[in-house]
Structure formats: structure tokens, C-alpha cells
DNA sequence: TGTATTATTGAGTATGCACTCAGTAATAGA
DNA sequence: TCTATTACTGAGTGCATACTCAATAATACA
């Protein structure tokens, strides 16, 4: 290999496109715009990513990897359930509150014709702990075992969804809306 | 007024659209190809909407306004509120269930830049009685009091969109889908 | 240091698409 | 029935933009 590519350059466009993709959507914001943002001629962006659909499908895993990394790190995992989920609950919120650029994206990413469905089927690869925890709840009796396990993790993914709308809103709250919509979520997954 | 425009030309194109956004995205459905489909010159459709963004907000507004009757009609005023967040509920989880297109257009729209706030909020108006009713919920301590009234409302309508989509990949569940989803809902926002 | 290989550049190209407009047809009102 | 007004048509226009490519620069490796 001669001339190996910058991963600083990769990191320039794509985040280039983070904020072009917020400011205007997927469509209204030009290849030619990304790499002038990104400091690159518009052809640089061509050879990191053949095509602008690849770029779109190659921002989506990106930034659903930031966000598992940000909900997993510092994972406890010897705590019990309620600990563990809030302890997801509150990364979750927090990443949404602190990075609302790349949540715009995700959005709009997650509605778009473009994303592949290998893109999609990647992007959930990261969050499969997740996934194991829930199951083990409903295992082990601490959650109503009527509720099948998707319906548990869409249900948390939405109502934080829900509560960092709420947040953005209205900041001063927001220290009610993540405790109010936390036991919200678990007060409807555990049994009565 | 000499040659008045047809109710049946302008549905006709709000179709059309529908139908192509939902397949191929807003930006990637061309207004060639969505005249074709409704069966009038491409001319046409800009005598009925001026620009694209205009037939967009009003598609926006036609399918919210769809939605609110589908979750109105036959509103039992008289009963308590668990039978009436029910009756929205179902309504609601039936209605996405039988217009998956209009379902995935929505979901579109509502991220899209085109969309002006003025249709947000226009969009937003045929469900105010269903706020009030919440309000009073609150007030007369059916629910929990710390919960904000957006946040009920957003959730509901998060939990319905997680019920539908666990419905629409696997259909034979449905009634446990709806019921399950409902019950944690319930079970969330009313007192323990 | 020399060379093969690959990245970088940006002007250029081809395509697609929103919107226009001059000609035509339909309809309401007189 | 006549006329003024407006809808309807679809070929045409201009612009935006994804992507190319020939020339050039940088780097790994011998």
C-alpha cells in the first residue's frame, strides 16, 4: 500500500455530514458542500466513500456505535436489574441531550430509503447485551412475563425518545423528566 | 369562478404521493412520476399545489387529520378514563396497522425540513381533546401527578408506534401486541 | 534514492427534476 | 349561446448535484 487514507479526513467528512445532514436533511445537503465543510475536495469524499447513499449507510453505524458505546460503558453489571436498566435509561437521555446533531441524523437515517438493511441489522449488532439483560429479567421473574422482550426494549428505546424531546424543550425539567419517565418505564414492565 | 378544480384530481395526487413517498422516499419520488400515477399532466399538479414542499405539508396535514378521526370517532365521552385511553388506544394501534403507507410517510414527514412549523402545529390541532382529557386525568388523580402531561401523551403515542411495528413483523400476535403494550402503559402512568 | 502505488484535486459531465408557459379545453354566469 | 375565466396539457428550460477523470502529490517499500 502507498499513500495509506487519513482516518482524520474520514472523520472530517463524516462529521461534516453530521451537521449538513442536521441542518438541512439527507437530500437538501450536496456532496459538494460535505467536502468543502470537511476541508477536502469534493472528490477526496468520493474515494472514502464510493457513493453519497454509502456515506449515509456508513454515518448511520458510526453514530449508532457512539451511541451503545456511550449506554454500555461503565455497564454494571453485577448490580441488580433496576440499576442496570437505569443506569442505561440515564446514559441514553444524556447522550440524546448532549449530542442532538447526531440524534436529528439518526432520525432521519432511520426513516430513509437509502439505509440497507445490513446497515440496519449492524447497527442493532452493538446493543445484543443489551438485549441478553432484558431477556434475563423477564427470566428470572422481575418483569411481567406476559410482555414479549421487543416490545420491552422498543418501549425504553421510545420513551426516551419521548423524554429527551421533552428535555430539549424545556432544560430546566430535566431532572423531572428523566426520573419521572424512568419509573414511568419501570413501573409498566414489572409485575404488580 | 370558471371551471372550478375537482375534489377528485386533488385526492387523486395526495394518493399518488402517498403512495410513492412511502416506496421511494419525499426526495426520491419525482413530481413527474406522482402526477402520472394520479393520472394528470404534471402541469397540473402544481395548479393544486404550488410547489412540492406545499403538496408535502399538505399531505402532512391530511394524514394527521385522518388519524385524529380514526382515533375520535365514537369517542365515549361518558366513560372512565381507562375505557376511553383504550378506545384511543386501539384505535390508534388499528389505524397504523390498516395504512402502513400513510404510517410510514408520517414517520417521514414529521423529521422532514420541509415541513413548516405552521403545519406542525395545524397537524397538532385536531387532537386537543384528547389532551384535555389527559389533563383531567391528571386533575381528578387517576394518574400519577408527577408525570407532565407531554410526557403521557408522547409515550402513548411512542408505545402505540412500538406496538404497531412488533404487529406489522408478526402479525399472528397482534391482540397480545395491543393488550401487552396497553397494560404497561397503564400500568405506567396510573398510581401504584 | 527510486519507483510503484494510491490519495488528492477540482473542473467538467451527464442526469434528473422542479417548475414554466403557450396553446387548448372546460365551465360558470350573463 | 356567447364570453370571460380558469383548469389542463406536456414539451421545454434552467439549475442543482452526484459522480468522473486526467493531472499531480504523497507515501510505503525495495
Request: a positive charge; hydrophobic letters at 40%.
Given at each position: 500500500?502507498?499513500?495509506?487514507k ?5 472523520n472530517a467528512?463524516?462529521?461534516a455530514a453530521t451537521r449538513?445532514f442536521?441542518e ?8 459538494s458542500e ?6 477536502v ?5 468520493f474515494t ?10 456508513a454515518?448511520?453505524?458510526?453514530i449508532?456505535?457512539e451511541?451503545?458505546?456511550a449506554m454500555m460503558s461503565?455497564f454494571?453489571?453485577?448490580?441488580n436489574?433496576r440499576t442496570?436498566?437505569r443506569?442505561?435509561w440515564?446514559?441514553?437521555v444524556?447522550?440524546?441531550?448532549a449530542?442532538?446533531k ?9 426513516v430513509?430509503?437509502a439505509?440497507?438493511?445490513?446497515s ?8 445484543v447485551e443489551f438485549?441478553?439483560?432484558i431477556?434475563?429479567a423477564?427470566e428470572?421473574?422481575?418483569f411481567?412475563n406476559d410482555l ?10 421510545a ?16 431532572k423531572q423528566?428523566r426520573d419521572?419517565?424512568f419509573?414511568?418505564?419501570?413501573a409498566?414492565?414489572?409485575k404488580?
Amino acid at each position: 500500500m502507498a499513500r495509506p487514507k487519513s482516518e482524520d479526513k474520514r472523520n472530517a467528512i463524516l462529521d461534516a455530514a453530521t451537521r449538513l445532514f442536521a441542518e438541512r436533511g439527507l437530500t437538501a445537503a450536496p456532496t459538494s458542500e460535505i467536502s468543502k465543510q470537511a476541508g477536502v475536495a469534493e472528490g477526496t469524499l468520493f474515494t472514502y466513500f464510493k457513493t453519497k447513499d454509502d456515506l449515509i449507510n456508513a454515518l448511520y453505524r458510526e453514530i449508532k456505535l457512539e451511541l451503545a458505546d456511550a449506554m454500555m460503558s461503565d455497564f454494571p453489571r453485577k448490580k441488580n436489574v433496576r440499576t442496570r436498566l437505569r443506569h442505561v435509561w440515564d446514559r441514553y437521555v444524556n447522550w440524546g441531550i448532549a449530542n442532538p446533531k447526531q440524534r436529528k441524523v439518526l432520525a432521519q437515517l432511520q426513516v430513509s430509503e437509502a439505509l440497507t438493511k445490513e446497515s440496519r441489522d449492524a447497527g442493532s449488532a452493538p446493543f445484543v447485551e443489551f438485549q441478553i439483560m432484558i431477556r434475563d429479567a423477564i427470566e428470572q421473574r422481575v418483569f411481567r412475563n406476559d410482555l414479549p422482550v421487543e416490545l420491552i426494549s422498543k418501549s425504553l428505546a421510545a420513551l426516551v425518545e419521548a423524554t429527551i424531546d421533552l428535555t430539549m424543550s424545556n432544560r430546566s425539567e430535566a431532572k423531572q423528566y428523566r426520573d419521572g419517565g424512568f419509573q414511568m418505564f419501570w413501573a409498566g414492565i414489572t409485575k404488580a
